[in-house]
């Protein structure tokens, strides 16, 4: 987040998004090959 407010509740489930899929974010920002990520269950 930049700028702005999100609720507690919602950024810990941003959260744990980044945490399950940071190594296929890394690889994205090095590569710029970008692919759809499958969202929490």
């Given at each position: ?13 941003v959260?744990?998004?980044l945490?399950?899929n940071?190594?296929?974010?890394i ?5 710029q090959v970008?692919?759809?990520l499958?969202?929490?269950?």
């Amino acid at each position: 987040m930049i700028d702005g407010d999100l609720p507690l509740k919602a950024q810990n489930l941003v959260k744990e998004w980044l945490e399950a899929n940071y190594d296929k974010l890394i690889e994205m920002w090095n590569t710029q090959v970008f692919t759809k990520l499958e969202p929490l269950q």
